[in-house]
């Protein structure tokens, strides 16, 4: 990412949620990005994953510059290249887990049946659900359906993995568990990068970006500056980014 923003408009108001965005992500890092609520995290994320297109500012994938794509070229760079695990599971309840994690692959031009079952149930040994493949998700714990949802994700072989807030529908134990799997992934050389405001799961990631009002900052400035804007100590301002 090189000069991102983003800024939504209704009307004559503008709501500029992400400034001067500087930001790299290597192959095999885990990059977690933490802020409080309501700081453009999850935007952020959603423009690295082309759900969404900046406002300014280039973004490259693999080294090529996707920014201007329209919206059937951007998905079909998200499905080859890029996998996605949310907050939510987002898995559909009227089909197999193993039915969850093949569907993206469905849309693979060149890709039969057999590929895509060889690719589903590797993915779920992966994760430790191969025994799971034929139940529905109401039949699973949602720290299982998160791993389902990982298994969807890694499915694709992704360039990178997006994780926003994995850990944010689960009680402590699954949260851990889904971070202890994500950790593995890492080891095992997949790029991943998540969005979190849990600051238990920070250690996990090689880098921690900050971010606040919609900038980068480095870790002095943020706790500083975090600190002011819950005291009530004026208006929150953010230097330049560093990242």
């Known amino acids: 990412m090189s000069g991102i923003g983003k800024v939504f408009r209704a009307g004559a108001i503008e709501n500029h949620v992400l400034t001067d965005i500087h930001l790299e992500i290597r192959q095999g890092e885990f990059v977690s990005i933490a802020g409080p609520s309501g700081c453009g995290k999850t935007t952020l994320l959603s423009l690295m994953g082309l759900l969404d297109s900046p406002s300014h500012g280039e973004l490259r994938v693999l080294g090529h510059a996707v920014t201007g794509l329209g919206r059937q070229a951007r998905a079909m760079v998200r499905n080859r290249h890029i996998g996605f695990v949310f907050q939510s599971f987002n898995l559909i309840g009227d089909l197999t887990v193993a039915q969850n994690v093949e569907l993206p692959l469905t849309y693979r031009d060149g890709m039969g049946r057999k590929e895509r079952m060889q690719r ?4 779920l040994a992966s994760v430790g659900l191969a025994h799971r493949m034929n139940q529905f998700p109401a039949q699973l714990s949602g720290g299982q359906q998160q791993r389902v949802a990982v298994a969807r994700a890694l499915a694709g072989e992704p360039a990178i993995l997006l994780a926003d807030e994995p850990t944010g529908n689960l009680d402590l134990r699954n949260g851990e568990i889904v971070m202890g799997l994500l950790d593995r992934l890492h080891k095992a050389g997949h790029t991943i990068c998540m969005v979190t405001h849990d600051e238990r799961f920070g250690f996990v990631a090689d880098r921690v970006i900050r971010l606040l009002d919609g900038q980068v900052v480095d870790e002095s400035t943020y706790r500083q500056l975090k ?9 929150v301002r953010a230097e330049e980014p560093l990242f």
């Open 120 to 123: 589903t149930a590797e993915a």
């Open 227 to 235: 600190h002011e804007a819950e005291c009530g100590l004026g208006e």
